[in-house]
Antibody
């Protein structure tokens, strides 16, 4: 079946970087975009950005410009999200999620979600 | 940035009752780009509705979406025990995509 499996929890110090992976299976990886969404403890959902595994095009939310990088490795059907210059405000569960319909247009709902990766930023 | 407001914040209902959840946008949103998600504690969200009114794969027909412009509604016609959860609306028509703050549907 279609699934996204994310890497394990991370504990980072302020100012460090984190890189979360998202391995896909059960579908053709390059056919659908991948979004990243985060959720701080007890809070709502925040969209971070989108990447097309087909051509590497990205769209980042302005809030993260300059410290967020999304990449993909088509040979392993894996997407990556790297966030730099971490602060305590970045403590959250980070989800990857598959765009429902296509790889070309970032404007798409997300239909398959990873299990989430808890990133804790603490001195 | 489009701000989404959801009401009520909490909806206390009994199984079998009808739930009506509202999502209001700060500016007009194309219906093509409005979705609803369900999230249970400790789980990832699940897509229920996309394009304002189309049910996602495997979603029961007791869930329905409607609306246009700035006002959208998610209706659960008859609550099942597994429907008690938090529901989020999302617009995805332009960057940044935004989510509403959520409506919690709990058991009365």
């Amino acid at each position: 079946q279609v699934q996204l499996v994310q890497s394990g929890p991370e504990l980072k110090k302020p100012g460090a970087s984190v890189k979360v992976s998202c391995n896909s299976s059960g579908y053709i990886f390059t056919y659908n975009g991948i979004n990243w969404v985060r959720q701080a403890p007890g809070q709502g959902l925040e969209w971070m950005g989108w990447i097309s595994p087909y051509n590497g095009n990205t769209k980042y939310a302005q809030n993260f410009q300059g410290r967020l990088t999304m990449t993909t490795d088509t040979s392993t059907s894996t997407a990556y999200m790297e966030l730099r210059s971490l602060t305590s405000d970045d403590t959250a569960v980070y989800y990857c999620a598959r765009a429902r319909y296509n790889w070309k247009d970032y404007r798409d709902a997300v239909d398959i979600w990873g299990q989430g990766t808890m990133v804790t930023v603490s001195p | 940035e489009i701000v989404l407001t959801q009401s009520p914040g909490t909806l206390s209902l009994s199984p079998g009752e009808r739930a009506t959840l509202s999502c209001r946008a700060s500016q007009s949103v194309s219906s093509t780009y409005l979705g609803w998600y369900q999230q249970k504690p400790g789980q990832a969200p699940r897509l229920l509705i996309y394009g304002a009114s189309s049910r996602a794969t495997g979603i029961p027909d007791r869930f329905s979406g409607s609306g246009s412009g700035t006002d959208f509604t998610l209706t659960i016609s008859s609550l099942e025990p597994e429907d008690f959860a938090v529901y989020y609306c999302q617009h995805y028509g332009s960057s940044p995509f935004t989510f509403g703050p959520g409506t919690k549907v709990d058991i009365k």
